[in-house]
């Protein structure tokens, strides 16, 4: 498995960083984005929607978990911070093994429905406009695309 840790010091920088790694996605690859609030989550998911070509503004999905973007490749952006229960069926296998590729903020509130190949990104404040951005992969599909990111 692949690990990188990187900071960036601003929010275009994160979106940056979130582009570069769009342009490396293929269908069915999944992001998970962790975080405190204002970590910087949906800040890297609209950098990731820029990179994929997404013309429509990326916000966090309010009253619906799941929103659609037509970009290179579907982005399907997911917001289950207000999730009240895991075991919910919200039929996600659906986007996970899509057409398109999947980007999930608060994996761990839907953490027994996530596939087990996945690259995980955690986000830390460590100041006011600086992030630690931390990057591992989970299976072989993941570890190629950090590796990718990484060494491009
Ligand atoms: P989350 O989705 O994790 O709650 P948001 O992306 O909505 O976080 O908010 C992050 C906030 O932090 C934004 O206002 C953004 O401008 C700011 N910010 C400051 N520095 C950074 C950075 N280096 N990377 C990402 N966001 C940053
Ligand atoms: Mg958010």
């Known amino acids: ?31 998970t984005l962790e975080g405190d609030l204002g970590a910087g989550k949906t800040s890297f998911t609209k950098g990731f929607a820029q990179g994929l070509g997404v013309k429509r503004v990326v916000n966090s999905p309010t009253f619906t978990i799941i929103k659609e973007y037509k970009g290179r490749i ?5 917001d289950v911070y207000r999730m009240e ?49 931390k990057m591992h992969s989970t299976g072989l599909r993941s570890t190629e695309l950090l590796k990718e990111l990484r060494y491009e």
Do not use: C
Not at 95 to 120: K, N, T
């Open 85 to 133: 229960d895991e075991d919910e069926e919200l039929g996600l296998e659906e986007y996970f093994y899509g057409e398109g590729v999947s980007v999930v903020e608060w994996p761990s509130m839907i953490a027994s429905q996530l596939p087990e190949d996945r690259l995980v990104i955690s986000l830390f404040h460590v100041g006011e406009t600086n992030r630690e951005i």
């Open 74 to 78: 579907p982005l399907y952006h997911m």
């Open 1 to 31: 498995m692949e690990e990188w840790s990187l900071r960036t010091e601003s929010p275009e920088e994160t979106m940056k960083l979130a582009s570069a790694l769009a342009g490396l996605v293929q269908k069915g690859d999944v992001i």
